[in-house]
């Protein structure tokens, strides 16, 4: 199985900034897709961002395109999202999993990491 553990996840201000990191184990993680996705309660799961293999490609879901940047280091096995300009909506539970190759979308694996809490306040 594919070991799944975020990071980085507090508190912030609307308009502030912070960067998520997610470590990646059980699999080689250079040849996924990866993607982060978030949850707040009564809500679905919904896609943020993913990123190719090699970090060349990346897609972005439209209520975070121009504040997030997905990136990835394959030496250090760890997938990262910078989140700037945060809104109160950005408040929620953000995972990482592996991301289907097919639509950039979709998460590969069925088993989720703990996930870090973002919460943004007024």
């Known amino acids: 199985q594919m070991q799944l553990v975020e990071s980085g996840g507090g508190l912030v201000q609307t308009g502030g900034s912070l960067k998520l990191s997610c470590a990646v184990s059980?699999?080689?993680?250079?040849?996924?897709?990866m993607g982060w996705f978030r949850q707040t309660p009564g809500k679905e799961r919904e896609f943020v961002a993913s990123i190719s293999p090699n970090g060349g490609r990346t897609y972005y879901a439209d209520s975070v395109k121009g504040r997030f940047t997905i990136s990835r280091d394959n030496a250090k096995s760890t997938l990262y999202l910078q989140m700037n300009s945060l809104k109160l909506e950005d408040t929620a539970v953000y995972y990482c999993?592996?991301?289907?190759?097919?639509?950039?979308?979709?998460?590969?694996?069925?088993?989720w990491g703990q996930g870090t809490q973002v919460t943004v306040s007024s």
């Open positions: 059980g699999r080689p993680f250079s040849i996924y897709v």
């Open positions: 999993n592996a991301v289907s190759s097919s639509n950039y979308r979709t998460s590969l694996f069925g088993s």
